[in-house]
């Protein structure tokens, strides 16, 4: 797998692929760092800031839908475009945002539009390749290259929040979505033509229906979105534990870039590794167990470099992780791959937004806290693993039955 080579086309659909992806999530991490400083600024309780990500990634799962029969039926250029346009209008309100109810509504509407590239980055690789070797290649790049937005945005961010507040957070990335938009619109090539097009109420359910019933592509859908809580958490809640252990919003942000990178080697890892991707995964499991039962019990609170440690541990995991879920679940999807992009991206987004509401009831006042809910999220990506691999086994003795 690991000479697996990319042509110039193809290289040229994965730029706008990441790019799209770490559009999307910068307008998430830009801000997270500056979560206790908009509290403090709206005079608000921690439980209704940490309410901003529930709703945001609630919001942003839901809203795939919409994008994924966008571009199945007019293509996949229309649909960011639109997308982003939608995400610009809302940044701006939170700019101009002096309440909590504005700044959710600001939310509301920037989760609508980034919704798009959520969408749009993952048809992007499936429509343009095909071949096992390269699409595993290629989501391992995604991952590795979606880091760029949590390792570099929070510290952006977080210095523009200290130095000018966070109102002119908002402004700036606005006008860095309408310039990425100029650009998608003028340089990006269209993957999805008119031909391979689906039109019609009818197409587009049973397109949704279809990738739904397949086993394992709902099953690593929603082992994603169990992934992707470690990371999300990770960003949201751990701004709340440093700022109770006297650590600034910059100190934060250079953990997130610890994070990031680690995720990063992780998904270099899994670019290069022999393994099948199903090995490599129940792999994965055993060492996500291992890191939160040594975590949960080190006393994480009382060292800097311990906290270390348990980010570079769970963020390689999850740099091997993540793009194996993507992999398992899109390896088999060969037609409405638009659908089944937003299917796979609303599930995710979505029951990543459901698990958060998990850390809402819990004050975080340190690491220990989030550890243990970590833990309970691994034990269910355990079970999942099981209950799939027991389906697989029933549905394969169905076959063998039927052709005996």
């Known amino acids: 797998m690991s000479g697996a080579k990319f042509t110039s086309n193809e290289l040229r659909v994965l ?230 252990l006297g650590i600034s919003p910059v100190g934060n942000s250079l953990f997130y870039i610890l994070y990031s990178v680690s995720i990063i080697c992780g998904s270099f890892f899994n670019s290069w590794i022999r393994w099948s991707p199903k090995s490599t995964y129940s792999a994965g499991l055993a060492v996500y167990l291992v890191v939160f039962a040594v975590s949960a019990f080190s006393g994480l609170d009382s060292s800097l470099v311990k906290i270390g440690l348990f980010s570079v541990a769970l963020g390689f995991t999850c740099g091997v992780m993540a793009p194996l879920t993507l992999t398992l679940s899109m390896t088999t999807v060969e037609t409405a791959r638009g659908a089944a992009s937003a299917v796979q991206g609303a599930i995710k987004m979505f029951f990543t937004g459901v698990l958060l509401v998990v850390f809402d009831n819990v004050y975080i006042a340190g690491f220990t806290s989030i550890v243990l809910i970590f833990v309970g999220f691994a034990l269910a990506l355990l079970v999942l693993f099981a209950l799939t691999a027991a389906a697989n086994r029933k549905g394969t003795d169905r076959k063998e039955t039927v052709s005996a």
């Open 15 to 244: 730029f706008f692929a990441f790019f799209s992806v770490v559009i999307g999530l910068m307008a998430v991490d830009f801000f997270n760092p500056s979560l206790p400083l908009i509290q403090k600024d709206l005079s608000v309780s921690q439980g209704t800031i940490k309410n901003l990500i529930v709703l945001y990634m609630v919001v942003l799962g839901l809203a795939q839908f919409f994008y994924g029969s966008l571009s199945d039926a007019k293509g996949r250029k229309i649909a960011l475009t639109t997308g982003l346009g939608v995400a610009a209008v809302g940044l701006f309100l939170g700019y101009t945002a002096h309440s909590i109810v504005v700044l959710d509504i600001s939310r509301v509407l920037t989760a609508l539009g980034t919704a798009a590239c959520t969408v749009i980055s993952r048809a992007l690789i499936v429509d343009t390749l095909q071949e096992p070797g390269k699409l595993r290649k290629a989501f391992s790049y995604f991952s590795m290259a979606s880091q760029l937005s949590p390792s570099l945005a929070p510290l952006v961010g977080s210095f523009i929040g200290i130095r000018f507040g966070w109102h002119l957070q908002f402004l700036l990335f606005s006008v860095a979505i309408v310039a990425g938009l100029i650009m998608i619109a003028f340089l990006m090539p269209e993957t999805h033509p008119e031909s391979a097009r689906s039109h019609g109420r009818t197409g587009k359910v049973q397109a949704y229906t279809s990738v739904l019933k397949n086993v394992n592509f709902t099953s690593y859908s929603i082992a994603s979105a169990l992934i992707f809580a470690f990371t999300i958490a990770f960003y949201a809640t751990t701004p709340f534990a440093f700022h109770a």
